[in-house]
């Protein structure tokens, strides 16, 4: 069996005018890698990849590291402890970050709220029809939100489509950020890539950092096809795993898992908590946020 955690931000320090970024510390991480290792075995990207039903099926207990989103700080904080520890692991890459030297509309937006209060980012955003029972849905969605929080999180993600989304934050982004600045200072360089191909320890998080399963069958093949491609000419290397980004149900469907494979990758994987057994889509492999997982913050809540 194999259980997967999956890490955002490892930072020493997490201060913020606004909290808006989560993670953990380097030894934050590092206890929760020695508590992991007490239970059971790292496996390998290429492990994955080649021995995928032994791992899944096998009655021992596996362990898989993995870091979406291409940060700096985890090439910088995390892969030193792990070489360390002697762990491997695998770093989901945009490739969009790099080929269009843009930063991502997520981080866009986790950078505008640690400056930016909920109240004038709401302000900030067009007119939109926000119901009574629009409110009590974000309420709902976001329960760990308080409640303008909430409104602000649901209005960027459910009210405006993507790309609505995506030139509103612009605007915003650019208005209080140096994007050349945030790309350099936010992602590893191209250097660090190669140094983790070299260590097969490189996958995709697709081109642009989008939900996967809300475009159309074109975009889809594209924002696959491309990142791999990108990353595999870049690295002269096989790129053969992906995680969906968000990888919710509605972002990681079967048929985004169809052009995941039809596009030559070999594991796919969602958000969806729970450990990996014997049955699954190889494309549609479950990973828990490392909040989840033993040393975790949430691990006594669930
Ligand atoms: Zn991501």
Redesign the pocket.
Known sequence: MLTVSNYHYIRTDFKSKYASIFGLTPNEFKNQLLLLKSQGDFIKPSDLVFNTNEILKSKENFFFITF??GLKEQFDFALPILEELNIPAIFFINSRNYEEQKVST?HKIHLLRSIISCSEFLQKLPNIFFSDSDKITAINTYKYDNEESAILKYILNFKLDFEQQEKIVKNLFDNHFDEGEVLNSLYMSKKNLNDLSKKGFLGS?SHS?YPLGLLNSNHIKFELENSKKYLEKLTEAKIEILSY?YGTMETSTNEVAEFAKNAGYKIGFTTKRGINTSAENHLLLNRFDCNDLIGGKNYNKI
């Open positions: 979406d989103d997520v998080h950092h980004p």
